[in-house]
């Protein structure tokens, strides 16, 4: 079983809504990321946080905000998307030492807008 | 041009065959290389580290070849239960993990 813990596993969410993701890890890794995979293709990185600081912002538009409230929890919250967000959205942890970066990850958000 | 390249396949096999998928990456400075799996509708889960010298892990083999800018994964006496989509990742910089388009295999009875 992953000990990357996603919540929720199903979301539907119209355009105007405000909504959060949520993601913990408890193997004391110090970097944390978040992917949006959609159907048929690789998982995308949007966000890198390391230490609890954001490290990499892949060009991501401003209706997606990271946060990373403590090295264990990280969040992604979701206003005014487009129905072409609808993805899964994937969160992921990794040590911090040496350029070891053996990702792990959780079990997804699946969100759909309509 | 795309950090990393992979064949999508599909890739449709026997019981019991061999089966070899590459990846090529276009950063000649990545440092860490990995093969994940991922089932339908589920996450990527680690399946192995590539290192420069090689390693296998039962009948999974990884290579890397730095000077070519490829990693390969070889399966050997697939099962049915290999079936799934196997994808590349390359980690570049800080933390900054890219994922190829991974490549589809059926493991045929």
């Known amino acids: 079983d992953t000990e990357v813990t996603q919540t929720p596993k199903h979301l539907v969410m119209g355009m105007t809504n405000k909504k959060s993701l949520k993601c913990e890890q408890h193997?004391?890794?110090?970097?944390m990321y978040w992917y949006k995979q959609k159907a048929k293709k690789p998982p995308e990185l949007m966000f890198v946080?390391?230490?609890?600081?954001?490290?990499i912002n892949e060009s991501v538009p401003s209706r997606f905000s990271p946060e990373c409230p403590n090295s264990s929890l990280l969040n992604l919250h979701l206003h005014a998307l487009q129905p072409e967000d609808s993805a899964l959205y994937l969160c992921?942890?990794?040590?911090?030492?040496?350029?070891?970066?053996?990702?792990?990850f959780g079990q997804g958000t699946r969100l759909t807008v309509v | 041009r795309k950090e990393v390249e992979q064949d999508p396949g599909p890739f449709n096999v026997p019981e019991g065959a061999t089966v070899a998928f590459n990846c090529t990456y276009s950063n000649s400075a990545s440092q860490s290389f990995f093969w994940y799996r991922q089932d339908c509708r589920k996450e990527p889960k680690l399946l192995m580290s590539v290192y420069s010298s090689g390693n296998e892990d039962g009948r999974f083999t990884a290579q890397l070849n730095r000077a070519s800018q490829y990693i390969s994964l070889l399966i050997r006496d697939s099962k049915l239960s290999d079936s799934a989509t196997y994808l590349c990742a390359v980690q570049t910089g800080a933390n900054n993990l890219f994922f190829g388009t991974g490549t589809r295999l059926t493991v045929i009875p």
């Open positions: 946080y390391s230490y609890e600081k954001l490290s």
């Open positions: 992921a942890s990794s040590q911090e030492a040496g350029g070891n970066t053996e990702a792990f």
């Open positions: 193997m004391g890794h110090r970097a």
